[in-house]
């Protein structure tokens, strides 16, 4: 980036102002021109670092003290589904549901139900977090792992 900055300045006081503009007024279009390339360069370098930063935790120096990767999204399940799904674990119609665990210990059920055309995940849980709630098969797999039979 001060590689482009350099060139871009330096051409413009050592050719354009010496030899090829010497003694007239620059358009304001020369100055687009010039400085077109530049600015986007800078522009793409600060979006690169901000990413960088939020989403693996780079920064100039290296690693970022005390950063956790975000949580990929997870489609949102409708409250009616969630809430017939718990209507049927209460009535224990789990039971013969497929059982899963995750790299974290938690017991998923495989429901009958289906959102999205992707199979819906029960988690047998006391109460739901963001990593604990119904969440599609995927979804789950992306946040928690690959999921090994019980």
Known sequence: MPLVWLTAVGHALLV???YTYPSADLPPAYFVALFAGPVGVTVTAVIEVCRLRRRHGVGFRGRLPRW??????ATLIPGDLVERLGADVARGYAHAWSHLTDRN???WAVTPAMWAGRAVMW????????QTRPMLRSDLEAVAGP???R
């Not at 988690?123 to 963001?130: A, T």
């Open 123 to 130: 988690p047998y849980v006391r109460s739901f977090s963001q």
């Open 147 to 149: 999921l090994t039979p």
């Open 105 to 107: 210990g938690v017991l």
């Open 16 to 18: 354009d102002l010496v």
């Open 68 to 73: 956790t990767p975000p949580l990929p999204r």
